[in-house]
Every structure is written in C-alpha cells, then in structure tokens.
C-alpha cells in the first residue's frame, strides 16, 4: 500500500465530511511570502527561496560547491558511492517543538535545500497547527522520493529518526528516505576539527571554519517556545526568525560540505592548522598509508607551539615508526619527548623497552626505569609494580653481564 492509500486511512470519508480541512489558519502571506498547498491530506504552509550561485556563503560562492568532485570524501570511510552529484542530493533541517525527540516531538518545520543548474533552492514547509502534520508528511515525502542522497546536520541521531517516528505515528512508511543513501555532516566535522574548537556545533562552525555571521539569530533552544506562542496567538511574526534561522541552516550545510572537501584534500606541505594535519594523519592511517600520516604529523609538529599538542602528535608519530619497525627513529622521538615531559611514564616505558630489546643498552634502560619508578612512587602510579618488576629484571641483566 503506498503512502497515499496510508494516509488516506486516517482521514475522514468524503460522506462523513464535506472537506479535509476546515480549521482557521493565520494569514502568514505578507511575513513569510510564501503559499498554502493543498495536498490530498489537507493544505499546509510552504515558502521557497532562491539564491543564484554567483552569492557567497561564508568564504565560498555556491557554484564551487556545486561544480567540486566530492569523490576524495571517501577517505571519511561513510558509505559515499563513487560519484557524488549534488544535483541529486537534498539537503535537510528540522524545527521541531522539542530538543529531546521522543513521541511527542513534532517537526513543524522542515527545510530542503537543492541545487539546480542555476540556483541554490530552499523550500520550507510548515504546519500551521497540529492538522497540519499529515500534508507536511505527504509534500515531504514526494521531495525526498526525487533525490538519491539525503544530507544533513545531525541528522542520523535526530532528524531522520524523529521524522521516522511522526511517518509511523500517522501509521505511514517513510518511503521517500527508504535505502537512500544519507551523509551526516557533524560526524564528519567532528573528524576534523573536533579536538580545534571546542565545539562542533553548526553554529561554531560558522563563525570558526566557514566565515558565516548571523546576524540577529534566534537561538536553537528558544525556537519550540516561539512556535507555541504562534500556536496561541496567530501572530507569524513570531516565526520569522526561525525560518530565517533554518534558511541559513541549509545553505551552511552546502559550504560546509565544501569546507569538509577542501580539508581532506590538501596536501601535508599544505596545511596550516596542526589540528587539521593531525587529522588528516589519522584518515590516512584508516586508509593504511602510514608514510603519508608521518607526513602530516610532520607538519603538524612544526605548525604548534602548544607544549601538550607538540607531545600529543610526537607520540602517535612514534607509535607509528614503531609499526613500521623504524625503532631507531622511534626512540628519537621518544628521547624528545623525555625532554619536555619528564614525567611521561608510558613514554618512558617504551624507550626503555627500546634500549633492552633493540639496542640492548641494559645501562641505558636501566636509568630510564629507575628514572620513570621514582616518578611513579612519587606519584602513586598504578605502573609502579610493573616497572618495579622491569628494573629488576635488568638489574640481574646488567649484573650477569658484569660476571
């Protein structure tokens, strides 16, 4: 049964009722400039807008992020196929009377964005009422049934399920999202920026990485109260600012999705940000490349001059020469390390391994054991035993070479 036959079901017959729809709407024409569309659930509220690629959003015009091949994207290992054609994509927010999902979360506002060849276009649709629900679902349906991908913000976690849960509240399948392909955003922000910004939020992303400024925005935890008090009063001034505010949402995600392209694509003696490098290290070890991650992490060594992030990065370059068996190169770094953290005691533990097992310089190991012990009893480290051990060992090492 398809989705119109579903939703049917839930209306009443034509004999019972002369028309699907005959509560009182507020006149929103002259605010929002947009249109009532009847469907055959009952009419909801629908506006559109329209900006020519030529415009900047944030750093970059709209046309560079449609014209990029998003093909290097694969390296975030999420599902992409091989090509990926925005003209087939629809971007997708929601504005919905709760932050914590759940069933008695509605989404009174969905924003969809797409390209086409000349623009980029934002339809919004909005339930006036609660009655309005079923038509927002049917028109949402058919603009999702067009596209092969769905892109989003969170959407993985919130959006999507919650829109799931109001199709099968109306006891309706959610056809149009059926085994399309979805490309969520934040998780993939996350990947790079996370340990940059101390937050990965749309809004951070903005003003950090994308050169966005909203000017006059409504924050995201005032929008349900706005939508009921719209509820209560009929005024549609009150949602003015939240439609603005999900417009910008969407248009945000398009340049994001070129931001997040750009990155992954820049070549180690490119990049400027450690962070960044660091990574794009981490990328290249899931793609087994571990030259290539020594390269970033090269760069990304001489682009801080934070002491914590300098160790933080000498440590996973280490590890991984230590893959690669260069354990010669290993220790070196090990040994730099040492020099501005004496109290690393991991570190300490794999340079003496490094002198027992490869250089065999028990002397060596012995000092840094006894070195990295008193730091440990100091400290009251739970690796105390384990290195009390170790020294002892090559105590009797040292000694039995001595005979």
């Known amino acids: 049964m398809d989705l119109k036959r579903k939703l049917q079901r839930l209306l009443p017959q034509p004999s019972d009722a002369p028309t699907i729809q005959t509560h009182r709407v507020p006149s929103l ?23 020519p690629l030529t415009a900047l959003h944030g750093h970059w015009p709209l046309r560079e992020v449609l014209d990029a091949d998003y093909g290097s994207l694969r390296a975030f290992r999420c599902g992409l196929e091989p090509r990926l054609d925005l003209k087939e994509a629809l971007f997708l927010d929601t504005e919905t009377t709760g932050l914590a999902g759940g069933t008695g979360t509605y989404a009174f506002l969905v924003g969809l964005g797409c390209f086409t060849a000349t623009h980029f276009v934002v339809k919004q649709l909005l339930m006036r009422d609660y009655n309005e629900e079923l038509a927002l679902l049917y028109l949402l349906d058919q603009e999702l049934q067009q596209k092969n991908l769905i892109i989003s913000f969170n959407g993985k976690t919130f959006d999507l399920p919650l829109l799931q849960t109001r199709f099968t509240i109306s006891r309706a399948g959610f056809l149009g999202a059926h085994e399309k392909q979805h490309l969520d955003l934040l998780h993939l922000a996350r990947r ?24 006059d925005d409504i ?115 090990w ?68 005979l």
């Open 335 to 402: 040994q730099r390390i040492l020099s501005i953290t004496a109290d690393d005691l991991a570190t300490s533990e794999e340079l003496a391994k490094y002198y027992e097992h490869r250089a065999r310089d028990l002397l060596s190991a012995e000092y840094v054991t006894r070195r990295a012990l008193a730091m440990a009893w100091h400290s009251r480290s739970p690796k105390a035993p384990a290195l009390e051990h170790r020294l002892k060992r090559i105590e009797r090492k040292v000694h039995k070479g001595a």
């Open 29 to 51: 024409d002259h605010i929002l400039h947009g249109q009532e569309v009847s469907t055959p659930f009952g009419a909801c509220y629908m506006m559109e807008k329209s900006l």
């Open 219 to 333: 924050p995201g935890y005032e929008i349900p109260q706005r939508y009921f008090e719209f509820l209560q009063t009929g005024n549609g001034g009150l949602l003015q600012n939240i439609v603005e505010h999900n417009v910008i949402d969407i248009v945000s995600m398009s340049t994001l999705l070129y931001r997040l392209l750009t990155t992954v694509e820049l070549k180690p003696e490119e990049c400027d940000c450690s962070y960044e490098a660091v990574a794009l290290a981490n990328l290249s070890l899931m793609a087994e490349d571990h030259p290539l991650a020594l390269r970033y992490l090269e760069i990304a060594a001489t682009l801080t001059d934070d002491d914590q992030q300098y160790v933080k990065v000498m440590r996973q370059a280490a590890s991984i020469l230590k893959r690669m068996a260069e354990h010669e190169k290993a220790a070196l770094l």
């Open 192 to 215: 790079l920026w996370r340990h940059k910004l101390s937050s990965c939020s749309l809004g951070s992303l903005e003003e950090n990485i994308l050169g966005v400024r909203r000017v």
